[in-house]
């Protein structure tokens, strides 16, 4: 910037120069020459006071509306303590295996019916003395409505064939008839809000030996913490309303685990031997000669 002349520049243009400076950001010099700005900073015309904009005021945000709850009564969701009560009052109103189905397909309070293809209710012969209760529908079960049609239910038909058994000569269903997404385990609540139905299905359906497909069964059904690695091949009696009498219940290996771990075959063929003499024992039909 060249040097500007003292007699050149007026008061006014002085301090019309040093506005546009504040306006800048800048407060104060820093140059050794008090010059550089038209005249010494002592002789300088006092700068008129500058009128700042008083701050906006806050706007006040307008009233919410006053909204007028409805009265009625309370709306029953997924998997709440309301919803697992429908269950039971539902589930206890059913006579029939073709009433329960109707009514499970009807029921609303559990969350997973509205990500699941279709409802999984049952496979194999209901007039039948034994019963398998698995965990969930995967993603082959929840395509065609069936449980255990996918590959850990190929397993099991091989393991029942094993003591002469198949789905004519058993009945297979599950503590959750609609698949969990990503076929995740059930949780909690998911599993409470079943259970009246499946009680209900294993009290329409008398069976004379009861199997819990894997651990998840297993704790719904028995009520217990320990692992299906402890449980396994052990009978526990399991009562059910309006049965007469407990019914055997045993834990069994899931297929799938099975399929994860061949190793444990042997177990499963103990197991397997277990049930075999039990149904001998309680004169359960089935076709094996061995």
């Not at 029953?76 to 499970?104: F, K, N, Q, Y």
């Not at 949780?187 to 998840?216: D, V, Y």
Request: glycine share 8%; aromatic share 6%; hydrophobic share 45%.
């Amino acid at each position: 910037m060249d040097r500007i002349s003292e007699s050149a520049v007026q008061p006014a243009e002085i301090i019309a120069l040093l506005r546009w400076y504040q306006d800048a950001g800048v407060d104060e010099t820093i140059g050794d020459d008090p010059g550089a700005l038209g005249r010494p900073r002592t002789a300088a015309a006092p700068m008129a006071p500058v009128q700042m904009a008083p701050p906006p005021q806050p706007v006040q945000p307008a009233p919410a509306p006053q909204v007028r709850a409805a009265v009625g009564a309370a709306a029953v969701l997924p998997g709440s303590d309301a919803a697992t009560g429908d269950a039971r009052r539902i589930a206890a109103g059913c006579d029939t295996l073709e009433e329960l189905a109707a009514a499970l397909a009807a029921f609303d309070g559990c969350g997973l019916k509205a990500t699941a293809t279709q409802m999984v209710f049952a496979d194999g012969n209901p007039d039948s003395d034994i019963m398998i209760v698995g965990e969930a529908p995967g993603a082959e079960e929840d395509r065609l409505g069936k449980p255990f049609v996918g590959q850990s239910g190929k397993l099991l038909d091989r393991m029942l064939a094993a003591i002469g058994l198949d789905r004519t000569t058993v009945y297979i269903s599950n503590i959750v008839n609609w698949r969990p997404p990503g076929n995740r385990q059930p949780n909690a609540a998911e599993i409470a809000i079943s259970l009246p139905f499946i009680e209900r299905h294993i009290a329409l359906m008398q069976p004379k030996i009861l199997l819990c497909a894997g651990g998840t069964s297993a704790a719904a059904l028995l009520a217990t913490r320990e692992g299906i690695t402890r449980i396994h091949g052990r009978w526990f009696d399991r009562s059910f309303p309006d049965l007469p009498a407990p019914v055997p219940t045993m834990p069994i290996y899931h297929p799938a685990f099975i399929l994860r771990q061949p190793g444990m075959k042997r177990d499963v063929w103990r197991d397997l031997l277990v049930l075999k003499h039990r149904m001998k024992e309680l004169g359960c039909g089935f076709t094996s000669a061995t």
